[in-house]
């Protein structure tokens, strides 16, 4: 039978509607809230959507873990044959904890340590992303201590403006992230220098919820010029990483971008190129698959505004108060109600803890159950235990069944790891 793994769309949610065949308000009287519930029939949709926009390049889809490394999640990613790119060894283990080959892992980040980087090697990961000069002066060391080869690509900055936010942009000079095409143009010419090191890849990722196909074309056409010089100069390209950044749908008149739109501009930017390309698809894939259940604990009054306060707050999604992001909210209410304009605000104590301000909604009472859409990516992943708040339970849903693929922390495993001083020391 196949079950539907949208939700429809409007502020409030027909009795009858269904998410991946699961009744959410049937589910939430069985779970206490809050917690994440996430579509696994969405998350295999997107990743055949992604896959299919690519037919016929040798492409390789390397799932951005860090947008919801839940165990059960990394797993739904091994059995469609996608691998992972990891920016930290405790990426590194979750990955091949689900079952993610290493030759599927890529190696991100400014700030791979020592260990990270021996860890990885070890491990025997597909390759590196390197970011700078002094990362590939270190992993020709510790490659050279181990007797081993590493393949490695470098992060070039193509200086294009992503056109999102401020935070979550990457690809400008001013930023971090990634070298000059100049810098590596100096490190190509100098690889003998770096025996242990076989650097043979380009890798570009210039941001976040990109929603324009423009930036994505200028970037790659940057990179694929460079692969071009290279070539001629002798310098044989196996892969070209493309990073990730697709935007998603988090209010209704976005519009992102087309999988075949993206696939397109990948194949025009990279027409010709015989080696295999890479992705690092975070959000795309599973951002608009999951929901965060919450009841309302109150309805507050204040001197100026209405206040909706919920049992989820920051801690259990950063998004709204880190990047002012938006998040549709719905209503999981049966019956026609008056509607009322809300600040939608969790618990914690910080103004900041606010998931909308001044949101239009049916009149809400306490024990109402409310969902905030689109939390799959960079929700339950950025979680933390602020104001003493467990970490949320995370459900997968399939096709009409639900699974607990986390339970809801509780207090001792909150605490689990501190201890009273008692055993002092000098060092
Ligand atoms: N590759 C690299 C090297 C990255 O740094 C990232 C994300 C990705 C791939 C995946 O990007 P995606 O496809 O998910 O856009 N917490 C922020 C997003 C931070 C993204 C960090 N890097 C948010 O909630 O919007």
């Known amino acids: 039978m196949q079950h539907t793994a949208t939700l429809a769309a409007g502020d409030t949610l027909h009795p009858d509607a269904l998410f991946d065949g699961v009744d959410l308000r049937r589910l939430a009287e069985r779970i206490p809230t809050p917690f994440h519930a996430y579509s696994a029939n969405a998350i295999r949709a997107r990743i055949a959507g992604l896959q299919d926009a690519l037919h016929g390049l040798d492409a390789t889809l390397c799932y951005a873990i860090k947008a919801n490394s839940n165990v059960a999640i990394l797993q739904l990613m091994a059995e469609a044959g996608v691998g992972a790119d990891i920016v930290s060894s405790g990426e590194l283990w979750r990955a091949l904890h689900a079952g993610i080959p290493a030759e599927r892992i890529v190696f991100s980040g400014v700030g791979k340590t020592a260990g990270e ?21 270190m992993l020709q060391t510790l490659a050279e201590e ?22 979550i942009s990457t690809g400008k000079a001013e930023n971090k992230f990634g070298v000059s095409i100049d810098e590596a143009r100096r490190w190509f010419a100098g690889s003998a220098r770096f025996p242990n090191v076989r650097l043979d890849g380009l890798h570009v990722h210039i941001g976040s919820q990109i929603l324009s196909v423009e930036p994505f074309r200028l970037a790659l056409a940057r990179v694929a010029a460079f692969w071009r010089e290279l070539e001629n100069a002798g310098h044989a390209i196996a892969s070209i990483d493309v990073g990730g950044g697709l935007g998603v749908r988090y209010r209704e008149g976005q519009a992102p971008i087309a999988p075949a739109d993206y696939g397109q501009a990948i ?19 599973v951002a608009e698959a999951g929901v965060l259940l919450t009841r309302v604990v109150r309805v507050k009054q204040g001197e100026r505004r209405r206040f909706l306060v919920l049992d989820a707050a920051m801690n259990d999604l950063l998004r709204p108060s880190l990047y002012d992001a938006w998040h549709d909210i719905v209503a999981l209410v049966g019956e026609p109600r008056p509607r009322h304009r809300y600040d939608v605000v969790g618990p914690v104590c910080e103004t900041g803890d606010t998931f909308a301000v001044d949101r239009e909604l049916p009149e809400l009472r306490a024990g109402d ?51 009273p001083a008692r055993d002092w020391e000098t060092a």
């Open 117 to 137: 980087i021996a860890e990885a090697l070890a491990a025997g990961i597909q390759r590196f992303n390197l970011e700078s000069a002094d990362e590939l002066d």
């Open 267 to 285: 194949r025009d930017a990279l027409a010709g190129f015989r080696g295999r390309i890479l992705l690092e698809p975070g959000r795309y894939l």
């Open 369 to 419: 159950l409310v969902l905030i859409r689109t939390t799959g990516a960079y929700g339950a992943a950025m979680a933390s235990t602020y104001n003493s708040r467990p970490l949320a339970a995370e459900v997968l849903l399939d096709s009409g069944r639900h699974a607990i693929v986390r339970r809801r922390q509780s207090f001792e495993e909150m605490v689990a790891g501190e201890q």
């Open 146 to 167: 181990l007797g081993t080869t590493a393949r490695a690509a470098v992060r070039i900055n193509p200086d294009v403006d992503a056109q999102t936010h401020a935070k």
